[in-house]
């Protein structure tokens, strides 16, 4: 296991985007039917995408990715499923409420990744080369979307009925 403080960030910010995609896949499976599902699907291409950025800028870093952690976040996040089943048994729009916005804060944490990397670049030749604003400008579209869906989901939650807002502003 590399010990180095950049090898251990990457590191961790894969088995924080492989759980991610877990969520994800979760909350597909629980909106199936639904406009939120397809949405949740194109964000999810493009999740993968910067899964494998990161996986490039690792190889460089540190060739042996940390299974073990990536493990411990998938089995993570398979716990995570079982609670968001029992939750979405008794009250599913909250289960997708919460469920969104784990998403939101896994998006943040991968927008302070890229922020991070852009900082370093100029200073580690290994980290050169990646499109890091675009990366970064692409977390911001990323958390907007979920974003919007996570206050949709708010309004479901919570007994507000977005037509009647809009019909009083």
Excluded: C
Aim: proline residues 4%.
């Amino acid at each position: 296991m590399a010990s180095e403080p950049l090898a251990i960030y990457l590191n961790d910010h894969l088995a924080g985007s492989v759980a991610g995609l877990e969520l994800i896949d979760t909350l597909i499976e629980h909106e199936q039917g639904r406009p939120v599902a397809d949405r949740l699907r194109a964000l999810r291409i493009d999740i993968e995408e910067d899964q494998e950025t990161l996986r490039g800028i690792l190889a460089r870093i540190d060739p042996d990715e940390h299974k073990v952690k990536q493990a411990a976040a998938w089995l993570t996040e398979k716990v995570s499923r079982g609670k968001f089943a029992l939750a979405a048994r008794s009250h599913p729009a909250l289960a997708l409420l919460e469920g969104l916005e784990s998403l939101g804060l896994g998006i943040q944490g991968k927008l302070a990744l890229w922020y991070a990397l852009a900082e370093v670049a100029p200073h580690e030749p290994r980290l050169a080369g990646y499109p890091y604003e675009a990366l970064e400008a692409r977390a911001v579209l990323q958390h907007a979307a979920v974003e919007r869906e996570r206050l949709d989901a708010a309004r479901a939650a919570f007994g507000v009925d977005a037509t009647a807002e809009s019909a009083k502003a």
